[in-house]
């Protein structure tokens, strides 16, 4: 079994900024990918940003915003979010592409999501 578990959403103003943490744990041989999407109210699940090896792929509406890092070690992304607006309203959820044994197959993997709420 693998587990994604989010953290460190919360309220902040508008311009603020906050830093949530996925942790993956569990039954894990390799990790090829990991990265956040959000939902909004309404709206379909977005991607945010996904990292894998040395590509990292960002949302056009939050680039220059929010940065993603990896701690592979530790099985650990984060999402640094800054210059937050009201749009960017939404639960967090952390995703992750991972192998379990060294013959299986990649997998794709979903934390249970962490609200993120911007105040105007």
């Known amino acids: 079994q693998v587990q994604l578990v989010e953290s460190g959403g919360g309220l902040v103003q508008t311009g603020g900024s906050l830093r949530l943490s996925c942790a993956a744990s569990?039954?894990?041989?390799?990790?090829?990918?990991m990265g956040w999407y959000r939902q909004a109210p309404g709206k379909q699940r977005e991607l945010v940003v996904v990292?894998?090896?040395?590509?990292?792929n960002y949302a056009d509406s939050v680039k220059g915003r929010f940065t993603i890092s990896r701690d592979n070690a530790k099985n650990m992304a984060y999402l640094q979010m800054n210059s937050l607006k009201p749009e960017d309203t939404a639960v967090y959820y952390c995703?992750?592409?991972?192998?379990?044994?060294?013959?299986?197959?990649?997998?794709?993997?979903w934390g249970r999501g962490t609200q993120v709420t911007v105040s105007s």
């Open positions: 995703y992750a592409k991972i192998k379990q044994t060294l013959y299986s197959y990649m997998n794709d993997y």
């Open positions: 569990g039954s894990i041989f390799s990790i090829n990918a």
């Open positions: 990292a894998s090896g040395s590509s990292t």
